[in-house]
């Protein structure tokens, strides 16, 4: 991180913030000084920490209702404020479309479109009471932006959330600034498994990016700090594509084929 962010007094609830991408979302809002509380259905072995500060743990299952709403109000009573809202929990494994049962599509939308509207309505209507309003920051998906066999619904409901933001932004402002980021692909242990198997694997990949490398997750953490920045005060209803530039066009390798 090279801008010194200062997060001091600030409070920031990242879902799905106990590993992965969102450990570290919520490690990079603890260095900058914030107040960092982290929800998952399950309490982790380690809480994500930094400068000798741990993020509170709340536990949740972001696809109920009803436990949303209690969370919430736990939430209002405890901390009193919310300043940022990171909107990370989601996901979904690979699956054959053709096949694959209706509630399982059901059920991958519900996580990753669903659950962050209603998460969003009830961290607005905190931050709708404060002078200061707050920034949410929904997780898209590069797999919003162009093919991506194997995901069909996760795609389809990453999709429906660069919408969302975009009508949010009209319908929250001035107070709340809804954004998205789409990580293209990101180097954790899950995309090593799911992607590359081994380190040949991992280079083969980095050279279809124009940047070299897949993303860390601190880079997408890096862009969450920005966002939520008075730096980026007027950004509003935006997707930050954070992916190296993109990846390789499959006319590219076709055209070299031709060529030799």
Not at 102 to 128: D, G, K, V
Request: glycine share 10%; hydrophobic share 45%; with cysteine.
């Amino acid at each position: 991180m090279s801008k010194p962010y200062d997060y001091s007094g600030q409070v920031v609830l990242v879902t799905g913030g106990t590993k992965g991408i969102g450990k570290t979302i919520a490690e990079a809002f603890l260095a900058a000084g914030g107040t960092v509380v982290v929800c998952g259905r399950n309490a982790p072995e380690a809480l994500p920490s930094a400068n000798g500060r741990q993020a509170d743990f709340l536990p949740l299952d972001v696809k109920d209702p009803e436990a949303v709403q209690s969370f919430f109000h736990a939430f209002k009573e405890r901390y009193g404020r919310l300043d940022v809202l990171v909107n990370n929990a989601g996901g979904a494994p690979p699956v054959d479309s053709a096949t694959v049962s209706p509630r399982f599509h059901e059920s991958i939308i519900r996580l990753n479109l669903i659950a962050p509207l209603h998460i969003a309505q009830l961290a607005n209507a905190i931050m709708q009471q404060q002078k200061s309003g707050g920034t949410i920051i929904f997780m898209g998906s590069i797999a919003a932006h162009r093919p991506s066999p194997g995901v069909a619904a996760y795609s389809a409901a990453k999709a429906g959330i660069l919408q969302l933001v975009k009508a949010l932004a009209f319908e929250w402002a001035p107070k709340v600034r809804p954004v998205s980021i789409s990580p293209g692909l990101v180097r954790t242990e899950e995309t090593d498994r799911l992607y590359s198997g081994d380190e040949a694997g991992v280079q083969a990949i980095n050279a279809t990016i124009p940047l070299g490398r897949m993303a860390w997750p601190q880079d997408i953490a890096n862009a969450c700090l920005y966002l939520a920045s008075s730096d980026a005060g007027y950004i509003s209803g935006i997707d930050l594509l954070v992916h190296g530039g993109g990846e390789k066009p499959a006319y590219l390798e076709a055209w070299g084929a031709e060529k030799s």
